[in-house]
């Protein structure tokens, strides 16, 4: 009988350790690929996003101290304008040097391995259906309409939470976009430059007066079959739900 100490997470973080004999493991995974930087549906509607809008004065600190994960939320829309704040503040391009756009949120070699689709159930101004956030036009690709409330739910476990939100951001892995540089620890980056992005989320939706949750728990495969990606090369790591409160 294996014991936990078999257990293929410590298999993982043991096989992806740095240590000053090998920088780059001795993995047998031969040359990568490098996937373009930024997704792009080129045959699908173009939704321009508006200006972001910096309305909210409260200071840094009591967003920290009022931030909850929050499950219920009213029946009501956000807007397109809180909608396109909320996806500048987890990956907005900020700052643009030497050929590289940095973001509002760090990531590891600024490669930007994570993407993000959205589920919009009631978002005023667009219909609902499954959308791609295109980073480098800051404008929406509407992949497939209609409403995906329930099914959304059922994929995540039934949790009742996502099909309430007005939106749930569903944010992917494009793994060989941080595999070419980091090779097997890639997989420690994508997750870290996740937990960014989702925190950025929930500090913004505080900022904003709205409920938000952090979401782990679905079952990884019905939600790659919702937006369509093929669940290993891009594969979903990490939800968000947002609601009025
Ligand atoms: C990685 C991660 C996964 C989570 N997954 C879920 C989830 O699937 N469902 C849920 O209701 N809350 C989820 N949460 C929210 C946690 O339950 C919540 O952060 C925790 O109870 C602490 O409460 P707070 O966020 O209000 O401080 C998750 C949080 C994190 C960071």
């Known amino acids: 009988m294996k014991s936990y100490k078999d257990a293929i997470a410590f298999q993982c973080l043991k096989e992806t350790k740095y240590d000053r004999s090998s920088i780059f493991r001795k993995d047998n995974i031969g040359q990568i690929p490098t996937p373009p930087r930024y997704k792009t549906y080129p045959d699908v509607l173009l939704i321009p996003l508006p200006e972001p809008r910096f309305e909210n004065t409260d200071s840094l600190w009591s967003i920290l101290k009022e931030r909850r ?21 987890t990956q907005g391009i900020t700052h643009s040097t030497h050929g590289y756009e940095f973001r509002t949120a760090p990531s590891a070699g600024a490669l930007y391995p994570v993407e993000t689709y959205l589920a919009i159930h009631n978002v005023s101004g667009l219909q609902p259906g499954i959308y791609h956030f295109n980073v480098a036009e800051f404008a929406l690709e509407e992949i497939n309409p209609g409403n995906f409330a329930d099914r959304l739910r059922r994929a995540a476990m039934d949790q009742g939470v996502v099909s309430r939100a007005a939106t749930v951001f569903i944010w992917t892995a494009v793994v060989l976009r941080s595999m070419s540089k980091y090779r097997d620890r890639c997989i420690r980056y994508i997750f870290m430059d996740a937990g960014h992005i989702a925190q950025n989320l929930h500090l913004a939706a505080t900022a904003l007066d709205l409920g938000c949750c952090p979401i782990g728990a679905f079952y990884d495969d019905d939600v790659n079959e919702l937006i369509k990606v093929d669940g290993k090369e891009e594969t979903t790591i990490y939800l968000g739900a947002v609601g009025k409160r």
């Open 69 to 89: 994960s929050r499950r219920r939320y009213a029946y009501e829309p956000i807007s397109l304008d809180t909608l396109a704040t909320l996806l500048w503040a």
